[in-house]
């Protein structure tokens, strides 16, 4: 399995970003798929999931500025960033998980700056 993300870039204050990330291989249909974020000395942080199904789960620090989608039939999931701040800088992991497996894509870096 292979993720591919796409998106980043520097963005000012209060603008937005839209993150996307393609997985390819065999995949189980129904998993979790997902962002992570790491800032430089810091842990990698959920920012946000989404299971086959629907249901989603959000990091408290982006509760009403993101918004996770995916397309099922692509094995894509996006990131809709709005009112970026600059806390919000880091690298952006996309990651794709069932059962025992754990799949991670490469990072791309979004930075948030005037």
């Known amino acids: 399995v292979q993720l591919q993300a796409y998106g980043g870039g520097l963005v000012q204050p209060g603008g937005s970003l839209r993150l996307s990330c393609a997985a390819s291989?065999?995949?189980?249909?129904?998993?979790?798929m997902g962002w992570f974020r790491q800032a430089p000395g810091t842990q990698r942080e959920l920012v946000a999931s989404?299971?086959?199904?629907?249901?989603?789960n959000y990091a408290d620090s982006v509760k009403g500025r993101f918004t996770i989608s995916r397309d099922n039939a692509k094995n894509t999931v996006y990131l809709q960033m709005n009112n970026l701040k600059p806390e919000d800088t880091a690298v952006y992991y996309c990651d794709l998980t069932w059962g025992r497996y754990d799949y991670w894509g490469q990072g791309t870096q979004v930075t948030v700056s005037s």
């Open positions: 989404m299971h086959t199904l629907g249901a989603t």
């Open positions: 291989g065999t995949i189980f249909r129904f998993n979790v």
